[in-house]
């Protein structure tokens, strides 16, 4: 079955860390450029930032320099790395296939 | 940054209606644009890409038109599945953005 299952999110602290994970399943995610996209509760849709198939990045200006994009292509996963979190950041975090494919999301929670 | 104006943010639809929801771009995105459908706790699914072409699977109730910065999703004939929450998407320049979103609710 051709799916993404993320994982990873959880409640942080203010300046705080955590690594978020999507699996791919059914295709190979190197072939794809893949997006992180993210809904605080009761909002609309928010890009987060991209990897693409050459392995370059994109960020949304609100997450550059504390947000960072990796691959594993031995595990078809990818990864989303956020440091010096804040309450703004609280969301249930996407990981998207070429804007068609989306996995169920993980709940980060920025809280003291 | 393109911003991307969806219109209505919110509308009161009987079953059989005719729905239509615009987004407009700051600036012109040929046909750059997507339409998802999202209903409540689930992930997003794409109904339009490129602005015109239907997403495999979907219901050919759902259209899609516009180019440049004029964009339309129409739904001819509103099914009690179909009430939910609909967001356009422009991927022509970075960083890519959605619209705000318009919830279709019953009357």
């Known amino acids: 079955e051709v799916q993404l299952v993320e994982s990873g999110g959880g409640l942080v602290q203010p300046g705080g860390s955590l690594r978020l994970s999507c699996a791919a399943s059914?295709?190979?995610?190197?072939?794809?450029?893949m997006d992180w996209v993210r809904q605080a509760p009761g909002k609309g849709l928010e890009w987060v930032g991209r990897t693409s198939n050459s392995y370059t990045t994109e960020y949304a200006a609100s997450v550059i320099g504390r947000f960072t994009i990796s691959r594993d292509d031995a595990k078809n996963s990818l990864y989303l790395q956020m440091n010096s979190l804040k309450t703004e950041d609280t969301a249930v975090y996407h990981c998207v296939r070429q804007y068609e494919l989306w996995g169920q999301g993980t709940l980060v929670t920025v809280s003291s | 940054d393109i911003q991307m104006t969806q219109s209505p943010s919110s509308l009161s639809a009987s079953v059989g209606d005719r729905v239509t929801i615009t987004c407009r771009a700051s600036?012109?995105?040929?046909?750059?644009l997507s339409w998802y459908q999202q209903k409540a706790g689930k992930a997003p699914e794409r109904l339009i890409y490129?602005?015109?072409s239907l997403q495999s699977g979907v219901p050919s109730r759902f259209s899609g038109s516009g180019s440049g910065t004029e964009f339309t999703l129409t739904i001819s004939s509103l099914q009690p599945e179909d009430f939910a929450t609909y967001y356009c998407l422009q991927h022509n320049l970075y960083p890519l953005t959605f619209g705000g979103g318009t919830k279709v609710e019953i009357k």
């Open positions: 600036q012109g995105i040929r046909n750059d």
């Open positions: 059914g295709f190979t995610l190197s072939d794809q450029y």
């Open positions: 490129a602005a015109s």
